[in-house]
């Protein structure tokens, strides 16, 4: 019976996943202003949603994707920049609602990992043609 229990809250977990609530306002709204919703689309697409996580804000359906596209839609319309928004939510949520992360310490690993790959995979194949060679 326990078991069930856990199954059936482990199945029901997504549904919970959204509030239930009216999306905020201009979550799904465009700006009057053409050339402000282009910067906000253009930003929109480089945030990660933190609840879908493969996804930006632009394409996710979460609650919470919802709400800050309506944060950035706001934020623009206001004046503010399209790059200090985003610097305003990288403070707020951390490097990783963003798809391009700077470089420091904690994403080092990120930007160094595809060269060393790189780099070993060019010694590992000069190796098999040095053999092929010989």
Known sequence: MKRLA???LLLAAPLQADSGFPPAALANTQLRDPAKEAKAQALMVTLRCLVCQGQSIADSDADM???MRALVRQRIQKGESPESVRRWLID???DYVTYDPPFNG???A???APLAML???AW???GSFRRRRG
């Open 6 to 8: 856990f199954l059936f």
């Open 65 to 67: 994707a919802g709400d």
């Open 124 to 126: 590992l194949a000069r």
């Open 92 to 94: 707020r949520y951390g």
């Open 110 to 112: 990120l930007w160094l």
């Open 106 to 108: 904690a994403t080092a």
């Open 119 to 121: 780099a070993a995979g």
